[in-house]
């Protein structure tokens, strides 16, 4: 398998080491990305989003409570901006101590148990990189929501992409055409352009994909894997903001 930001080797901390942005205590965990520090600020684990399954959000945030609860952490990242909910996103990692001598990136951690994806937003490439690698690790073990053969949505099937409207997903298959219409370039995984799954691409993003030496038109009658969250517009889309959103894999 040929991919364009996943790696064979696991993920490590290093690999997301941005500027420190302060550490604290854990007080609480609030769902499955974010948790309060006893000094009252809230933290949102940045580049990753929780993976949808048939498990419960309370299940799913019980992942981020095994690893967190009564944890020292540091946070680090590219920018400590609260969003507009208060949250400070970050790059969280526990710190070190006798049972656990190395810094560990808590991103890593849920990614490698199958409880996250990585997310559309990491622009930085070693941790991207690293990201992919612990999901990656997490989905040919089968661990977590890649336990379930339906994580990875079939394109043939447009109605189940279709059913998670405004979700983080991960879609799966042949590219069957690439065709322009005005400034949107179309990834067509169907032959029915107004009912079947197709993947858009702006004009005005194309420059990040030619610098990543990526011919859109290429990938005609190439199985690719896409993520990215979920729109119906006539049938599913998914927008490409980022060439971290696709991976090329192996066969046709």
Request: proline share 3%; net charge negative.
């Given at each position: 398998?040929?991919?364009?930001?996943?790696?064979?080797?696991?993920?490590?901390?290093?690999?997301?080491?941005?500027?420190?942005?302060?550490?604290?205590?854990?007080?609480?965990?609030?769902?499955?990305?974010?948790?309060?520090?006893?000094?009252?600020?809230?933290?949102?684990?940045?580049?990753?989003?929780?993976?949808?399954?048939?498990?419960?959000?309370?299940?799913?945030?019980?992942?981020?409570?095994?690893?967190?609860?009564?944890?020292?952490?540091?946070?680090?990242?590219?920018?400590?901006?609260p969003?507009?909910?208060?949250?400070?996103?970050?790059?969280?990692?526990?710190?070190?101590?006798?049972?656990?001598?190395?810094?560990?990136?808590?991103?890593?951690?849920?990614?490698?148990?199958?409880?996250?994806?990585?997310?559309?937003?990491?622009?930085?490439?070693?941790?991207?990189?690293?990201?992919?690698?612990?999901?990656?690790?997490?989905?040919?073990?089968?661990?977590?929501?890649?336990?379930?053969?339906?994580?990875?949505?079939?394109?043939?099937s447009?109605?189940?992409?279709?059913?998670?409207?405004?979700?983080?997903?991960?879609?799966?298959?042949?590219?069957?055409?690439?065709r322009?219409?005005?400034?949107?370039?179309?990834?067509?995984?169907?032959?029915?352009?107004?009912?079947?799954?197709?993947?858009?691409?702006?004009?005005r993003?194309?420059p990040?994909?030619?610098?990543?030496?990526?011919?859109?038109?290429?990938?005609?009658?190439?199985?690719?894997?896409?993520?990215?969250?979920?729109?119906?517009?006539?049938?599913?889309?998914?927008?490409?903001?980022?060439?971290?959103?696709i991976?090329?894999?192996?066969?046709?």
């Open positions: 398998m040929s991919v364009l930001m996943a790696a064979a080797e696991p993920a490590n901390a290093a690999g997301c080491a941005f500027d420190a942005q302060g550490d604290g205590r854990v007080a609480a965990v609030i769902d499955a990305r974010t948790f309060r520090l006893e000094d009252g600020r809230e933290i949102r684990l940045a580049g990753i989003e929780p993976a949808v399954s048939e498990k419960s959000a309370a299940n799913r945030a019980s992942a981020l409570s095994a690893i967190l609860t009564g944890r020292d952490v540091t946070l680090r990242g590219e920018d400590d901006t969003d507009r909910y208060g949250r400070e996103p970050a790059f969280v990692f526990l710190v070190s101590s006798q049972t656990a001598p190395a810094e560990t990136l808590v991103q890593s951690e849920l990614l490698a148990q199958g409880e996250a994806l990585v997310s559309a937003t990491v622009t930085d490439k070693e941790c991207a990189t690293a990201l992919m690698a612990a999901e990656a690790a997490a989905r040919e073990a089968k661990r977590g929501i890649w336990a379930d053969p339906t994580a990875i949505k079939n394109p043939e447009p109605g189940d992409i279709l059913a998670g409207i405004g979700r983080f997903t991960v879609v799966e298959g042949k590219v069957l055409s690439v322009q219409a005005g400034a949107t370039i179309y990834l067509n995984f169907g032959r029915n352009w107004t009912r079947d799954f197709a993947v858009t691409i702006s004009r993003v194309l990040g994909f030619e610098a990543a030496g990526i011919a859109l038109k290429s990938l005609e009658n190439r199985r690719i894997r896409v993520r990215g969250w979920v729109e119906a517009r006539g049938g599913p889309r998914i927008e490409l903001l980022r060439v971290g959103q991976e090329l894999l192996g066969g046709n």
